[in-house]
């Protein structure tokens, strides 16, 4: 069991109203290759109630009901521990949801999205705890799915960047993808994100720097948001006494210059929601200028500058982007211990590419086979036991 001690959840949720006990809410799941719709996931349940448990599930369970998952437990476990709605996270939780779980961890109810889990043999996972009423439904995100993610990996191209029209080969490409013979389901089939405001505010601290707060900027693509990126930012939260962290993302189009191939694999809409989600990130810049200059400096009131172990690509002119902060000697490298970065991410994902197109083939087919399993017993008579 790990408890968080600090972030948007931590304290604050253990309590509710004067007087009340605080309503506990549970969610589980995989949460392999965490993206904001998770986090989306994640922050519905926790305005259902006032302290969010996570079960996350091992390795071994889901190569058991789906097929091997793109990270390993550990990693699964600390990406979920991260996100800034969660009070505790519980590893090695069961597949299947119980009414056991449920008591064991004195939770009220469970949170899942409105689509559909099944174990390996078709049966839902919430099935025990929804025949007990015990069970909430909250809107899954549009736009995003594991599914998508891993198709534009596969399909080497820029169709995905927020400047780019969808291409008729990625439009196929993401039809098809995870799209078993005889149609299509409503929840892994790939749609279109789409960025709103409102979306921005929900994830959004809203809070600005207070007195005697440091403040502290970093920059780069955060791309594909993963645990190395977790631990960098793990690491310069613990450089004060009070952080206040402002994430600058790079436009598209800049990633694209420094990166190369079809990066950034999400765009700057989806990584701004990512980096929104941790617990260690107070603000973001949208399209934050590749060069860390006076003018951001001092718009900010930076007191100082990081960057992790990963090269520095020179800017257009050939300058060195952290000129103006190491003249002042604000700039700081930190080493956050970890060696994932996203090119690794994408390698092991083309390693397996042909496990994983299977995975999603199998988890579809078996998906499309329920929902017929429901409408027919949506269609047969009432009283008709035949």
């Keep these: 069991m790990i408890r968080n001690g600090h972030g948007e959840a931590g304290a604050a949720g253990r309590r509710g109203p004067v007087g009340q006990r605080a309503v506990r809410v549970w969610c589980d799941g995989c949460y392999d290759m965490v993206h904001y719709g ?29 097929g091997p998952p793109v990270f390993t437990q550990e990693e699964r476990y600390k990406m979920v521990q991260a996100i800034k709605w969660v009070d505790e996270v519980v590893p090695a939780a069961p597949y299947v949801t119980t009414l056991e779980t449920l008591d064991k961890y004195n939770c009220d109810f469970c949170v899942h999205g409105n689509d559909i889990t099944l174990t390996v043999d078709g049966r839902d996972t919430y099935e025990e705890v929804k025949q007990a009423g015990r069970y909430r439904e909250c809107k899954r995100t549009q736009g995003v799915s594991t599914t998508d993610l ?3 990996m596969l399909l080497v191209t820029k169709a995905h960047h927020s ?6 080969e990625y439009r196929e490409y993401a039809d098809s993808f995870g799209k078993c013979p005889g149609g299509q389901n409503p929840w892994t089939g790939v749609s279109q994100f789409l ?3 409102q979306k921005i505010i929900q994830f959004a601290s809203g809070k600005e720097p207070q007195p005697g707060e440091t403040v502290i900027y970093v920059a780069g693509a955060f791309d594909l948001f993963h645990i190395g990126h977790v631990d960098f930012l793990e690491e310069v939260y613990k450089l004060a006494k009070r952080p206040y962290i402002i994430a ?6 800049e990633v694209n210059r420094y990166k190369g191939k079809n990066y950034p694999i999400m765009n700057l809409h989806e990584r701004t929601l990512s980096v929104l989600a941790c617990r260690y990130v107070s603000e973001v810049v949208i399209g934050a200028p590749y060069s860390v200059t006076a003018e951001l400096l001092g718009h900010f009131k930076v007191d100082l500058v990081c960057h992790g172990k990963t090269e520095i690509v020179p800017d257009r002119d050939g300058s060195d982007p952290y000129q103006e902060p190491k003249r002042r000697g604000i700039f700081r490298q930190i080493d956050s211990g970890s060696n994932l970065t996203t090119d690794l991410i994408v390698q092991r994902i083309i390693k397996n590419r042909l496990e994983y197109e299977a995975r999603n083939q199998k988890k579809e087919a078996k998906e499309l086979a329920f929902l017929e399993a429901m409408r027919q017993q949506e269609a047969q008579p009432a009283g008709d036991t035949a």
């Design 195 to 197: 960025q709103t405001s």
């Design 163 to 168: 400047s780019q029209e969808m291409s008729s």
């Design 150 to 152: 891993v198709g534009r």
């Design 38 to 66: 998770h986090s989306n996931q994640l922050r519905q349940a926790r305005a259902m109630g006032d302290y969010l448990i996570v079960g996350v599930h091992t390795d071994e369970e889901i190569a058991k009901h789906k």
């Design 248 to 253: 600058g993302l790079h436009f598209d189009q």
